[in-house]
């Protein structure tokens, strides 16, 4: 009897730390986990400050600069072939910092953190930035709708995408690492070029690089047949308008370097109608991954 008292606490004492070790290792695995999920440091230039500058004259000596010319494009909202045609462009007094402080959008928002993905347009400053739990994961400059074709603005979620497809108001048009956002208007956002100013006809238009990070960062809709849609994309905030009669506006960067921020506050309210909406597909999109994935 005294064997069988010995062996089973023997037994027990074994379990009991087979039991503390396991919450151990999960308790590591959940510390690794939390410090992935940490707020991304992105190096800020010592100082922000602007000015007008002739392009040609600027480009004699810094056409060569990739790391100077990527800040180019994005603060005057254009493209490597249409910068050469722009007249004077908006040149930072320094280039040291990410490019994340030379766009408009705060690299946090606090009502964003239980939203795994979004993506949100700015009409006013012609800019877009991606968003993961509240977190700014990359940004860039767009041309969105002219005048006669504004783009639509609100709430909408990612459908389909294609690596190269044809615009369906111009048959001449291909239109690279095109993902579209609204099926019937084919309005979508996709590589075109940019010459500066809002010139699309109400799509999205942006840098092949910007184009790509998208096109993978997105998800696709999930369909339940041919004419029903299971599961909504990622989430498309478009929002504001574009002063079109008046000069550009980041042109009004080099006598105020803070006139296009916009505010996590401003973030908030644009997408504050929409949590709802957007955290029911969420869970839906979980959902339906969970069962797929048994």
């Not at 990410?98 to 800019?127: C, G, R, W």
């Not at 690279?176 to 699309?200: C, D, M, R, T």
């Amino acid at each position: 009897m005294k064997k069988l008292y010995y062996v089973a606490n023997t037994l027990l004492l074994l379990i009991l730390v087979l039991m503390v070790s396991c919450k151990k290792s999960d308790s590591i695995k959940l510390n690794e986990n939390t410090k992935s999920q940490k707020t991304i440091e992105y190096k800020k230039p010592k100082s922000v400050s602007y000015q007008i500058e002739n392009t040609k004259e600027w480009l004699k000596t810094n056409e060569a600069d990739s790391s100077k010319l990527d800040i180019i494009y994005a603060l005057n909202r254009t493209d490597k072939a249409n910068l050469k045609k722009l007249d004077s462009i908006v040149i930072p007094a320094d280039f040291s910092g990410d490019l994340v402080y030379y766009l408009p959008f705060p690299l946090h928002v606090n009502a964003l953190e239980e939203v795994s993905k979004i993506i949100i347009f700015s009409y006013p400053t012609q800019t877009f930035a991606a968003y993961k739990n509240g977190e700014l994961v990359y940004t860039g400059p767009t041309n969105m709708g002219r005048k006669a074709d504004p783009t639509p603005t609100g709430l909408f979620f990612t459908n389909w995408k294609a690596e190269k497809t044809t615009s369906t108001f111009n048959d001449e048009w291909d239109l690279k690492w095109n993902f579209n956002i609204e099926n019937k208007l084919g309005v979508g956002f996709h590589q075109y070029e940019l010459p500066g100013y809002p010139a699309s006809h109400s799509c999205l238009r942006l840098l092949e690089k910007d184009a790509k990070y998208l096109y993978k960062f997105a998800d696709e809709w999930i369909l339940k047949d041919k004419e029903n849609v299971k599961v909504k994309g990622t989430p498309v905030v478009i929002f504001g308008s574009y002063a079109f009669d008046k000069p550009k506006p980041w042109l009004q960067l080099a006598s105020n370097p803070k006139t296009l921020d916009i505010s996590e506050a401003e973030i908030e309210k644009q997408t504050k109608p929409f949590i709802q909406e957007i955290l029911e597909n969420q869970i839906l999109r979980e959902t339906e991954q969970k069962t797929t994935s048994f």
